[in-house]
């Protein structure tokens, strides 16, 4: 074995598979040429940059890629209700009183608004 496999999306939205060739191999993992330099990849981390097996290395993109879309849907539900809060801040008094825990609850502690 003298490459590892990676799936990537490039800047053209087309998914690659990059090919990155090993220089060492040793006991506990690898060394492969990464970009102007080198990378260490372990051989018996669960999470690796890259796999050995083109299928493994499909595998992990494909769950890198559900978390991320797991993270970016929840920050994109706290931005949504950061700014819902922020729009009843700025209309009036009434409703910022009766939001002020709910203000409070987003900024965990830090404080009320004024």
């Given amino acids: 074995m003298s ?14 598979c990059k ?10 993992g690898y060394w492969i040429n990464y970009h ?15 796999y050995a097996k083109k299928k493994d290395a499909l595998e992990s993109a ?4 559900e978390k991320r879309i797991t993270i970016l849907e929840e920050q994109m539900e706290d931005s949504k209700c950061f700014l819902r ?4 801040i700025e209309g009036c008094e009434p409703q910022l009183l009766r ?3 709910k203000i409070a ?5 830090e404080g009320e608004i004024e």
């Fill in 85 to 88: 809060l922020l729009k009843e």
């Fill in 3 to 16: 490459i590892l496999y990676r799936y990537e999306l490039n800047v053209c939205n087309k998914v690659v």
């Fill in 36 to 50: 102007s330099g080198k990378k260490w990849i372990s051989k018996t981390s669960k999470k690796k940059y890259a």
């Fill in 19 to 28: 090919e990155y060739k090993i220089i060492k191999d040793t006991v506990c």
């Fill in 62 to 65: 494909m769950l890198r890629t």
């Fill in 99 to 101: 939001n002020r825990w």
């Fill in 105 to 109: 609850s987003v900024f965990q502690g």
